[in-house]
């Protein structure tokens, strides 16, 4: 438990869970973070205008909503939220069992927003799935994950990891990503094998609405 949640448990109800451990199965215990050195700090600017089309395209849009099946069901581990819940909103249009957001600088912020919104749904009494936020890196994270357990979502990354660190991240995907899950993300610049992992993009051509401007690559285990 964070210092932060241990002393405001007002602030968490049954869905925003405080262990991680209670959404994925067989993690273990916290890891030192990585220095911050290799990854720098994500500026905190709210939710972009991509994230938005994506939230307003999944319930509208079949090839969109068809192109995030593979979260169906799915832990989804959240790689660098920044300050916005926008991973969690995708998550929960997607079906997603659960998501877990993994923060290394803006966690409190994240942990309040989550409770705004959670108040939100409870007043409008919508769907909501069990979630958290960590306060780590993405690589001390994975590397408590274990084999096949979880599919990922990452945006706005593009030169926030140095590459040696970056390496390590995709391997540590690489390892954890589930067979029926996917990675899917924007502006991330990572990369899985191609050789072990079908790609897919989906942009503007994938897309029967004029509105949607944007370019999702996924990586799935083939079959």
């Given amino acids: 438990m964070n210092e932060f949640q241990s002393q405001n448990p007002d602030l968490f109800n049954p869905y925003q869970v405080i262990n991680e451990g209670d959404i994925i199965p067989g993690i273990k215990p916290p890891l030192p973070l990585e220095s911050r050195e290799f990854y720098k700090k994500i500026r905190p600017s709210g939710e972009d205008g991509v994230a938005r089309d994506i939230k307003r395209g999944i319930p509208e849009n079949v090839k969109l ?45 994240c942990v309040i927003k989550f409770t705004k919104q959670n108040l939100d749904s409870l ?11 960590v306060e780590a890196d993405a690589l001390s ?3 408590r994950l274990p084999d096949r357990s979880v599919s990922l979502f990452a945006s706005q990354l593009e ?5 040696e660190y970056r390496i390590d991240v995709e391997k540590e995907i690489q390892r954890v990503l589930h067979p ?22 989906f942009d503007k051509e994938s897309s029967d609405d004029a509105g949607l401007y944007f370019q999702l690559e996924k990586y799935k285990l083939k079959t």
């Fill in 65 to 109: 909503r068809e192109f995030f099946t593979p979260f169906v069901g799915q832990i989804i581990v959240d790689i660098g939220p920044g300050d916005t819940i926008t991973g969690y909103e995708i998550a929960l249009l997607s079906s997603a069992n659960s998501y877990v957001g993994v923060e290394p600088y803006y966690f409190t912020e």
């Fill in 159 to 163: 030169g926030v990891m140095k590459e």
């Fill in 123 to 133: 007043r409008k009494k919508s769907a909501r799935i069990p979630h958290t936020i």
């Fill in 180 to 201: 029926q899950g996917a990675f899917i993300g924007y502006d991330s610049k990572l990369s899985l094998d191609r050789n072990t992992f079908q790609y897919d993009l």
């Fill in 141 to 143: 994270f994975l590397r």
